[in-house]
């Protein structure tokens, strides 16, 4: 076995060890517990298990790097599936890991370019721009040749890790074992589709190291916003791109957090936060494709001359724009998307909290199992409290009862099958990204003045459709009336037949359950003692300590299966 197949396997095996202990964690506190009616003694600790648990992963994300980064960043943005205390931990994770040599990225920039790296550019700096978990940037100048063709003499080349593309098939393997793990156990698999997940993820990340796919997102960015003074892209050098080696015209500017630099260079950082909202928005309502990974790192204020540009000398545009960079990751709004948002917005708009639910699951929200009752109730209280409100009175609410609400809300959410499309999420995520870059930049800055022109123009937009929902709705209603004499009629039948039963509590069925507990309880507790006695031994005997650890799946089995006489 050579070394590299060596190293894969135990990066395989760390991931999924990793999984498996935290699981068992899990599985001991979230299920067995509360089963033998201990629920009170496993919530105490909750939130400080579930951060160090998410502390432990984010150790364990820096320390492979690869595909680990991007999972926790991807985790940090499932609110409608993780608690609070493991998205919040995640959220601070950032693709940032220590640099490949150069002479390793050299040669696998050769190998990809099919020429020696002197041919391909005049000078590449040896000395990284930025290194990332599936790449690093470095500043480079085009032969004369391709800076004539490309029209810049000043460029950015983006390659890839040596062996990425292995790491990432290990990386993702491993997520979708454990994914099957998760489908087995009925708690999680009621509530989310964890393979459904992975794949998901797995789209995006194959689409994330393929930088073909990139430099054709920075061209169809590019053209949305051609005829926009307020936006540039840098310029893609096709002759030097491939799947692992991608060329774009270096466009360094003012990065947009820099607020000393904005205002050394006469720009005002409120400016720039008011016209960086509304160029987000605009890719979100108006384009429906829009870069999903915002930050800092990726947006610069470039500061434009007054000479030669009309808009400027006309007063009619600042002399500064905006510079996108990295469009790895970019979030699009497809039309069922957006017919399924239309859908929610006018159930929204009436304050209907059961139609609301009914669209959510029309937009592929909610998993088949999901029980909606709790959260037609909550949708209605919502509606109650802050349905009437327009967008004036809503930021004069005080955020304490926004954020209670949110945190009741958020519960609930997370105790449903609640899976949103990752679209919807990349939106939620972006959204908040604007909102804390647009706040560093104006203190005052308000994210509703920003979307309050959008909201009233997709009103303005719906009206139309907005009627034909509401025409198709009464016809439903008017047909469920003329229909509802009938069905009440046959279930009356039904009952004095006796082919409807009502349902009681089964008694005797609880009885024997609760006879069982004692003898469970007994099992759980040999279980335990065996398993914690193995782990304790096994860093001075591993043969003394593994062979405790598998003797105590026997009463662990007795306590966990039900009995094959009448179930639990």
Partial sequence: MNPTTRTLRARYRRILRFAALHLIQVWWFELFLPRIGLARLAAVGRSRRMRRLAQRFHVLAVDLGGLMIKVGQFLSSRLDVLPPEITKELEGLQDEVSPVAFSAI???AEKELGVPLEQAFAYVDPTPLAAASLGQAHRAAPSAQDAELAGFAAAVVKIQRPGIGEIVDVDLAALRRVSRWLSRIRLVSNRVDAPALVEEFAATSMEEIDYLHEAANAERFAANFAEDPRVSVPDVMWERTTRRVLTLQDVTAIKINDVERLKAAGIDPAEVATQFANVMFDQIFVHGFFHADPHPGNIFVTPTPSEGNPLAEAGQSPHWHLTFIDFGMMGEIPETLRDGLRRVFIAAASRDGKGLVDAIQEVGVLLPSADTAELERAMTQLFARFGGMGFAELKEVDPREFRDFAKEF?????????????????????????????????????????????????????????????????????????????????????????????????????????????????????????????????????????ALIAASLIPLLHAVLPSRRGGN
């Fill in 410 to 546: 958020g519960d609930l959410v997370r105790s449903l099958p609640f899976q949103l499309p990752e679209n919807f999420l990349l939106m939620l995520r972006t959204v908040s990204l604007i909102s804390g870059v647009c706040s560093t930049l104006d203190s005052r800055f308000n994210l509703w003045d920003a979307i309050e022109p959008y909201a009233e123009q997709l009103i303005r937009d719906q009206r139309r459709p907005a009627v034909q929902d509401a025409a198709q709705q009464a016809v439903a209603t008017v047909a469920t009336a003329l229909r509802l004499p009938g069905r009440l009629s046959e279930a009356v039948d039904g009952i004095e037949a006796g082919r409807i039963a009502v349902r009681t509590p089964d008694l005797d069925r609880r009885i024997t359950a609760l006879e069982r507990v004692g003898r469970r309880i007994i099992s759980a507790v040999l279980f335990t003692g065996l398993l914690v006695t193995g782990t304790l031994l096994r860093s001075d005997d591993s043969l003394v300590g593994s």
């Fill in 106 to 108: 050299q040669t696998a």
